[in-house]
């Protein structure tokens, strides 16, 4: 289920999420089959610790993979992936649900990856959801900065 302050978000917005069965979403292959897009248009929230303690979360096109070099020359700090217990305790979502709308205290990166579709989805908050949202939506909403991160870009 949707939190209410992610629908909030949302609502302020104008945008209207795609909600299916509890569960179904999980993974970026179950999302765009769910959805009927192309796995890059997923966009892929992933919450990182950097060796200096500070989590950040970094949103990428879901068929794309980090590059831990442009990571580290971005933030100054090798990076790891976040835990499941730390993700929830950060953001207050799970893994397969993690949503870049509402989280607060976390410096959020957006992609350029993402810039390559004309619409992308991130989860809403749960493993069950989708928001339709253009690439510069998403950096205006999230307060997001732009970067380079995927490997081989």
Excluded at 2 to 16: F, R, S
Excluded at 48 to 54: A, P, Q
Excluded at 66 to 90: E, P, R
Excluded at 105 to 112: S, Y
Aim: glycine share 12%.
């Amino acid at each position: 289920m949707i939190p209410d302050t992610i629908m909030n978000i949302l609502q302020e917005h104008g945008l209207e999420p795609l909600v299916f069965e509890p569960g179904s979403t999980p993974t970026v292959a179950d999302a765009a089959r769910m959805i009927g897009v192309q796995e890059g248009q997923i966009a892929k929230s992933i919450l990182m610790r950097g060796k200096d303690g500070i989590f950040r979360m970094f949103v990428i096109a879901g068929d794309k993979k980090i590059s831990s070099g442009k990571l580290k020359k971005l933030t100054g700090v090798k990076q790891s992936m976040a835990s499941a217990d730390d993700t929830l305790a950060a953001t207050g979502f799970s893994p397969g649900g993690v949503c870049p709308f509402g989280t607060e205290g976390i410096e959020i990166f957006i992609d350029d990856s993402l810039a390559d579709y004309d619409v992308v989805y991130p989860a809403a908050g749960d493993d069950a959801s989708g928001v339709p949202v253009t690439w510069k939506q998403l950096l205006e909403i999230t307060g997001g900065n732009r970067c380079d991160i995927i490997t081989g870009s």
